[in-house]
């Protein structure tokens, strides 16, 4: 074996192995255990990013652990390949989208296989190739005929200049990021699936991911958003009655006004009387509907002149028209309580409308001051009649039926999760597989039609989408009437693709149905590793996707990830490391400097994986200089020449030889534990290291001592193996033996080894610390007091004193009691 640690080879000869045995290809097999563990596919943006080797490290600890454990374990990888910045490098290049995005896709697919990842390669899967996305042509054309796709008029982002419609991040400041153009919006069709239809079941379903951070599921339970309230009714004189949506009915008696948003039928109805409401709506329309936005906003508003009818009294309250109430919200109106909504308060203020208190603190003796802020806590009720020292409970209940019973409102459930938008008025994505015809309207491709191709290798100026100006692409004839019609040239949002990907790499070479059998074999993902950037959009409409294919009897059981780890962020100088700072670090160049081993073995030791991992120039160093040295000690081992046997006798072993024995085992089960189950793979390494100066320190050079210094080398390889597969596997071999690293067992510690042979005592007289003693687990308390007495610093102590009694806490101490 030589005698420097040259990472380039080995790591080439280790992965040359991996590949000539396909170790990491699987098939189904009922006899094992599966386990199917799943890291987030990339974007093939160009190159990895520090972000992508610690996900893709992580995830392949885990796998490669559960492999040794003997479990038949699945983890793939592929592209998710649509998307804007291959149109913008298009532009900017003169490059299709298709040849920028394959030319990624190689060259990033060669940067995960230096690493070493194990993925079974032959699932290997891109969205963009009409294989992948015919499937989900397929799948919105069930979805579809099952009414759970729908077709409806919603705002995009408009630049009248380049005329064409801009995504979110295409508009900066207002304006178009390359027209420079004041950005307006226009309403124009496009395709929604029906989450709505699962939004209870989602909700509920996090209860039972146990296995996800609580973090995750509290943010998908405030985007789904359910709330409980009453929908009440207020009579317009002349028009159609109001209906508001609250939570707060125990309010209603504190109801001085009725907000509306601009786009309410109600605003548009009032221009007709009072044209000067037109500019105020416009001007509210402008600005977005983003909810975080509209948090921001001055407060401000326009009366109407109507007036609607307080429920309950009766009493006429104005109708003003308000810019931070939703039309996508609730009824898109409010009944505003002044002294009890902070909003309204502000709001009432500025406009000098009247705020009647209506909820007093629960506390008796506290008295809330109106002057500053509303009370915006529940309590008790005041000034509202027969509900009068209500609590909130109590409030709810009676009004609420009180209203129901006069006929109006009634109780209801609120979600602030909205149907999913798919349509894009893009290029790169799946085409969207409808006919428009002007007879029959928008009729679905046929399967057998299936897919829709996209046209590759298009000129592209990024002013319009190439699809709208291929007549050979949209030109067609209706498959109803046979008519002249044509193709949607509109494609869908890229999380369309991200939602079912895991699905596929179960049988990606299905090339006649979307799923089969193997997916019941893999499904769902035991272990996801991903960015919490995606803790919303992406795995929620992966959940409702699953759901979806369940009820069509394509996949089991009810969620598609099991557990879920959301990794930290990547930190330099304590901050992101992003394109936009400017203070990103190659992987690739520390890879070629150090080798993938390196690299993994930093990132690993850097941080626990869910906490933020600052890059280090000098961990890196460390990281390689222990392998370095790892290399060296193997070396030196082997260099002796002795037959390696592992064949311990316990009870003739040296006090030595028995305590590395023990750390051997001691560390075995440490790190079992920290990789299997609790995940913190800085600590495994730490452990390890540990042993390894243990191992520094035992100076042996007897049969036994070296059989010592052998199985504690077999361990730390064995244990660091996940982490370290290329040393791990070449040094495997130098230990002696013929089976790949990769084909052995992940070792269990032995019971016997853990049991310490000699304990400590601690020695105390009064309470005192004066000494310890070392003694046989088997002593005796007569041997333990007559050693504890005899100690010199003891004595001195005792000499002279009664003994009046002898305390022994097991395994701790011995206390000696003297007068
Ligand atoms: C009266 C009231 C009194 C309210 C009070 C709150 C406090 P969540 O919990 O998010 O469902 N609201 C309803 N629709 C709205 C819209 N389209 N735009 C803006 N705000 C809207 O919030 C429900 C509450 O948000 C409702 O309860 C309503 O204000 C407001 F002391 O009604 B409340
Ligand atoms: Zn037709």
Redesign the pocket.
Known sequence: MDEHYQPEQIEAEAQAYWEQQQSFCVTEDPSKEKFYCLSMFPYPSGRLHMGHVRNYTIGDVIARYQHMKGKNVLQPMGWDAFGLPAENAAIQNRVPPDEWTYKNIDYMRRQLKRLGFAYDWSRELATCRADYYRWEQWLFTKLLAKGLVYKKTASVNWDPVDQTVLANEQVVDGRGWRSGAIVERREIPQWFLKITAYGEELLNGLDQLTGWPEQVRTMQRNWI?R?E?VEIQFQVDGNQPLS?????PD?LMGVTFISV?AEHPLSLEAVKTKPELALFIEECQRTTTSEAVVETLVKKGMDTGRKAIHPLTGEAVPIWIAN????G????A??A?PA??QRDYEFAKTYGLPIKQVITPQDDDKVWDLSQSAF?EKGVLINSGQFTGLNFDQAFVAIAQHLEQIGRGQRMI?Y?LRDWGVSRQRYWGTPIPIINCTQCGAVPVSEKELPVVLPEGVQFDGVCSPLKQMPEFYQTICPQCGNQAERETDTFDTFFESSWYYVRYCCPDNNTAMTDKRGHYWLSVDQYIGGIEHAVLHLLYARFFYKVLRDMGLVNGHEPFTNLLTQGMVLKDGAKMSKSKGNTVDPQALIDRYGADTARLFIMFAAPPEQSLEWSESGVEGSYRFLKRLWRTVAAHVAQGKVAKLDFDLKTLTTEQKNLHRKVHETIAKVGDDIGRRYTFNTAIAAVMELMNTLAKFDDNSPQGYSGRQEALEAVVLLLSPITPHICHRLWLALGHKEAIIDVSWPEANPEALIKAEIELIIQVNGKRRGQIVVGVDATREMIEAQAQNMLNVQRFIQGKEIAEVVIVPNRLVNLVVR
Request: glycine share 16%.
């Open positions: 958003g709330s309230g508001v949506f609250t939570t707060r309010t948003a931070f109430v939703l039309m919200y609730g009824t898109g409010v009944m309580v009890h909504d915006v609120n602030r």
